[in-house]
T-cell receptor
Framework: GAVVSQHPSWVICKSGTSVKIECRSLDFQATTMFWYRQFPKQSLMLMATSNEGSKATYEQGVEKDKFLINHASLTLSTLTVTSAHPEDSSFYIC?????????????FGSGTRLTVV | SQQGEEDPQALSIQEGENATMNCSYKTSINNLQWYRQNSGRGLVHLILIRSNEREKHSGRLRVTLDTSKKSSSLLITASRAADTASYFCATDFNAGNNRKLIWGLGTSLAVNP
């Protein structure tokens, strides 16, 4: 079945630094990828939708200059948290939707736990 | 907010009992999906029900969908301690030129041995 690899699974960084999270579709092409964040004991909040070769569409309240999304190929999207601060600490999850085809279509990465110290 | 609502927020039952979780949403949908998440881990897709379906079964899972009430329920029968997790519904809908998932707030299920 479709597999999405998300890397790293966890990362600790210092306040003020930037962190890049990768999301790869391993055995299918993904025109569209999604980035979510999840705080402890809360639900997933959609941050942005990225379409290959175009700018990402950010949800209301999400700072596009802080959360840089690049979807340069049909198998890779990256999320860069710039100038990270402790309040950015969260669980980030990506998902990819296969180009064309099946009704379900969403495959999720295993998530990245970001801790900013 | 587009986010759906789930109830109960938390549910504690004994092994062998049935667990029912409900989900309400606000927009017209393509389908509704249920997911499970163990603490601090990724999501596991459980079942999908299309907007033109009313009921679906998968093993010990039974999902219903009432589009007139914009609600869905997930029933887990004969629960096991291993079913302890958070359960989320997600609605797949069209937002302009994009399709996306909007998530319910989740139900935390504890199954006691």
């Amino acid at each position: 079945g479709a597999v999405v690899s998300q890397h790293p699974s966890w990362v600790i960084c210092k306040s003020g630094t930037s962190v890049k999270i990768e999301c790869r579709s391993l055995d299918f092409q993904a025109t569209t990828m999604f980035w979510y964040r999840q705080f402890p004991k809360q639900s997933l909040m959609l941050m942005a939708t990225s379409n290959e070769g175009s700018k990402a569409t950010y949800e209301q309240g999400v700072e596009k200059d802080k959360f840089l999304i690049n979807h340069a190929s049909l198998t890779l999207s990256t999320l860069t948290v710039t100038s990270a601060h402790p309040e950015d600490s969260s669980f980030y999850i990506c998902s990819a939707r296969e180009t064309g085809g099946w009704v379900y279509g969403y495959t999720f990465g295993s998530g990245t736990r970001l801790t900013v110290v | 907010s587009q986010q759906g609502e789930e109830d109960p927020q938390a549910l504690s039952i004994q092994e062998g009992e049935n667990a029912t979780m409900n989900c309400s949403y606000k927009t017209s949908i393509n389908n509704l999906q249920w997911y499970r998440q163990n603490s601090g881990r990724g999501l596991v897709h459980l079942i999908l029900i299309r907007s033109n379906e009313r009921e679906k079964h998968s093993g010990r899972l039974r999902v219903t969908l009432d589009t007139s009430k914009k609600s869905s329920s997930l029933l887990i029968t004969a629960s096991r301690a291993a079913d302890t997790a958070s359960y989320f519904c997600a609605t797949d809908f069209n937002a302009g030129n994009n399709r996306k998932l909007i998530w319910g707030l989740g139900t935390s299920l504890a199954v006691n041995p």
